[in-house]
């Protein structure tokens, strides 16, 4: 099996001759696609971050003090998961912008932009 290269020859010759793969717009999107991932964990009815924590913290209250009823705590557990996950997902998105804004000196606006989606949507994909 022969592989024809002769279509991508002039991206490959622009990749070769401006140094290469554009790492920051690639992490860039990376990190999009993670910032992504991490508000729908904070923000989705269904997600399974803020149920498991709820449903592992009455586990161990009834587990631990079985004579007050202490699992009026458990609710806030989910409200301060969501809160940390929703922390978490303003960090990456600062991450984000700054490597965006790295990747479009590093590459120029066009290309920088195309790789960041490129790179978004692949890893959101995969995840």
Not at 37 to 62: G, R, V, W
């Amino acid at each position: 099996m022969t592989i024809c290269i002769a279509p991508y020859q002039p991206l490959l010759l622009h990749l070769l001759t401006m140094g290469g793969v554009k790492r920051a717009a690639i992490i860039s999107g990376a990190l999009g696609s993670t910032a992504s991932f991490i508000a729908k964990l904070a923000l989705s009815p269904d997600s399974p971050a803020p149920s498991t924590i709820q449903s592992i913290c009455i586990e161990n209250i009834n587990n631990i003090n079985n004579d007050n009823d202490l699992t009026w705590i458990c609710p806030y557990t989910s409200l301060i998961t969501r809160g940390i996950c929703l922390l978490c997902m303003i960090g990456v998105n600062a991450l984000m912008i700054s490597s965006f804004l790295d990747g479009m000196n590093e590459s120029g606006s066009v290309v920088g932009t195309a790789l960041s989606t490129a790179a978004n949507f692949s890893f959101s994909v995969s995840a």
